[in-house]
């Protein structure tokens, strides 16, 4: 199969070098085209990010001859287009929210769609924002979003907030076999990756816990609820409940964003042993597709008292897996659970590729 020439926008950032790591050896994508910002315009890549790659895992050797271009001019990633060496974007730009609003709609309008990971567009109502194993239907708003726009071949489609990763799919799995959630309390515990790179200063984060992330409760509090709604009336409209109150905690983890999650049933309540065998059994994307990011096991369980833990559980799977512990009774609500995700992986990069095979198998890619 010839594979699809993606660019990344943000491609220096802490979600851009993931992208570029998981993208080395994908096959369907191949990264032909890096966009940063002015500031690293023109370099290449492997000068520009010397001293800075903070991952494991290198990027493709060819990707660190390319020439970073300003993510502002999408004349340069249009005359990529017509080159052929750009089929779409992935943005993890990180820009104040009105100018990305307006950049990710002008490649869109340029004929290139857009994979976003910022949170720029998530409550646009005709722009999708997609857990591959949650609401794969909601992609049908973006005929609806193409004509609304005149847009022939662009569109734009997001990713929500990586702090509700490790119980939006949980939840989702509880919902799926037919029981109402009412409310959740959620405490999430969240990496310093999360803000990116340089991010929180060491003299803030070692030793400490801040009890504070700008904007986040309300993303964890509201984004579960349009993923969880209906494409109706040429938007998405998102669903009335549950009720969710969160907690959002900067913790000194490099990886791997924690929820302690209590949630309340309806009228029906199953035991804990028929909690833990539907999230054990929760198939998420159909194999049959093939998308190869997806986990095999989207919700993975662990029995021990003291998992999961972020160093020992985040890469589990590919790192697309979202690791449960703890499950047991709540003497308040009904029911309480330990989640775990990796957060540039599962929440942002691994997410945005899974995203985008998801599309690119229903057609609205390459
Ligand atoms: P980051 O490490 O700060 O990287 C930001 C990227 O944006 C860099 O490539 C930077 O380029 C580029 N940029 C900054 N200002 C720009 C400008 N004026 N014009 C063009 N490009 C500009 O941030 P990040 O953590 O990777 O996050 C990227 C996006 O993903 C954000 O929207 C964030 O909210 C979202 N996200 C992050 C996570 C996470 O766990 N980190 C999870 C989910 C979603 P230079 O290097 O040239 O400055």
Redesign the pocket.
């Known amino acids: 199969m010839q594979k699809i020439p993606v660019g990344v ?9 993931q992208y570029l790591a998981l993208l080395a050896q994908h096959p369907w994508f191949e990264v032909r085209y890096v ?7 023109g370099k290449l890549y492997r000068d ?1 990010m010397t001293g ?1 790659w903070q991952l494991a895992t290198a990027c493709g050797p060819e990707v660190g001859e390319l020439r ?1 271009e ?3 001019q999408v004349d340069a990633a249009l005359r990529a287009s017509k080159e052929g060496r750009l089929g779409f974007v992935f ?5 104040e929210k009105e ?2 609003l307006q ?1 990710e709609e002008a490649y869109a309008a340029a004929g290139i769609p857009v994979i976003s ?4 567009h998530r409550w646009t109502p005709d722009v999708p924002m997609l857990i591959a194993e949650v609401n794969p239907g909601h992609t049908a708003i973006i005929p609806i979003q193409q004509k609304a726009r005149g847009w022939k071949r662009g569109f734009i489609a997001v ?1 929500p ?2 702090s509700i990763q490790s119980y939006m799919t949980p939840l989702y799995a509880l919902l799926k076999a037919g029981y109402e959630v009412k409310r959740l309390i959620i405490t999430t515990l969240q ?1 310093v ?5 340089p ?1 929180v200063p060491s003299l803030d984060s070692i030793d400490n816990v801040v009890p504070y992330i700008g904007g986040e409760e309300e993303k964890s509090e509201l984004e579960p609820l349009k993923i969880l709604g209906q494409v109706h009336n040429g938007r998405i409209e998102p669903a009335g409940e549950p009720k969710i109150s969160a907690h959002c905690n900067r913790v000194p983890v490099v990886n791997g ?1 924690t929820a302690c999650v209590s949630l309340e049933f309806g009228v029906k309540k199953p035991s804990i042993e028929e909690v833990k065998a539907l999230f054990s059994s929760f198939s998420g994307v159909p194999q049959e597709l093939g998308l190869p990011m997806a986990p095999e096991r989207p919700i993975i369980i662990r029995e021990e008292a003291n998992r999961p833990q972020p160093r020992k559980d985040r890469d589990m799977d590919k790192a697309m897996a979202v690791t449960l512990g703890r499950i047991r009774p709540c003497p308040v609500f009904d029911l309480r659970f330990v989640g775990l995700s990796h ?2 992986i599962r ?2 990069a691994g997410g945005g590729v899974l995203n985008a095979e998801l599309l690119k198998v229903q057609g609205y890619l390459g």
Do not use: F, I, W
């Open positions: 926008l943000g491609a220096t950032g802490m979600v851009g070098q966009a940063a910002s002015p500031r690293n315009a520009a800075r970073l300003d993510a502002n943005s993890a730009l990180e820009m100018a990305v950049l990971n910022a949170s720029a990713k907030n990586c990496a990756s999360g803000a990116g790179y991010g964003h957060n540039t929440g942002a």
